[in-house]
């Protein structure tokens, strides 16, 4: 059964950067038949894909946010990470990583439980 | 972006009915449509992908159907525990896009 569990700051200034790690448990990161994904939750609960990465190495972003992402894995560790760059209150949000399978079209089967990110000074 | 759109925000019902809850994309995403259901303070929970193919583990009254840009959830008979909000998911065209949430409350 995989796990996946976010860990990083939950208040970040304006204009910093937010980083945020994703530790997978489970045996599956390392097979190559998934995607590894970040979603993230506004407080009115709105839902937006932010990009994946692949134990290839593999990226592709979400185009609104293409200038300020980067989301990389660290294969000997079982994580993958976000960055994002400039942050302003906007991106206030809880920040979920999710499994991607690819077959059928492409869905998130597993989810970490969510961590509150705060952008305030 | 493909805009996808729940026409409900809210609706509520009682403990054995059947409800139904609609999504539609702005364009054709064939059958790469997407239901998650999120419970106050935990993850969303994948229920139904590729339109109608049930999650393991997802009890059967849920079910899910519709293709191009008109998409239905079904719980067959809500219980307790399927009140939360719903949410689809559609994965046709990057960026994957999200509808904004259907609330099942108890009437």
């Known amino acids: 059964q995989v796990q996946l569990q976010e860990s990083g700051p939950g208040l970040v200034k304006p204009s910093q950067t937010l980083s945020l790690t994703c530790t997978v448990s489970g045996g599956s990161f390392s097979s190559g038949a998934y995607y590894w994904n970040w979603v993230r939750q506004f407080p009115g609960q709105g839902l937006e894909w932010m990009g994946y990465?692949?134990?290839?190495?593999?990226?592709y972003y979400n185009p609104s946010l293409k200038s300020r992402i980067t989301i990389s894995v660290d294969r000997s560790s079982n994580q993958f990470s976000l960055k994002l760059t400039s942050v302003t209150a906007a991106d206030t949000a809880v920040y979920y990583c999710?499994?991607?399978?690819?077959?059928?079209?492409?869905?998130?089967?597993?989810w970490g439980q969510g961590t509150l990110v705060t952008v305030s000074s | 972006d493909i805009q996808m759109t729940q026409s409900a925000s809210s609706l509520s019902a009682s403990v054995g009915d059947r409800v139904t809850i609609t999504c539609r994309a702005s364009?054709?995403?064939?059958?790469?449509l997407n239901w998650y259901q999120q419970k106050p303070g935990k993850a969303p929970k994948l229920l139904i992908y590729?339109?109608?193919r049930l999650q393991s583990g997802v009890p059967s009254r849920f079910s899910g159907s519709g293709s191009g840009t008109d998409f239905t959830l079904t719980v067959s008979s809500l219980q307790p525990e399927d009140f939360a909000i719903y949410f689809c998911?559609?994965?046709?065209?990057?960026?994957?896009?999200f509808g904004q949430g259907t609330k099942v409350e108890i009437k």
């Open positions: 999710a499994r991607g399978p690819q077959q059928l079209g492409f869905y998130f089967d597993s």
């Open positions: 990465t692949h134990y290839s190495g593999t990226t």
């Open positions: 590729a339109a109608s």
């Open positions: 998911q559609q994965s046709f065209i990057t960026p994957w896009t």
């Open positions: 364009q054709n995403i064939n059958r790469y």
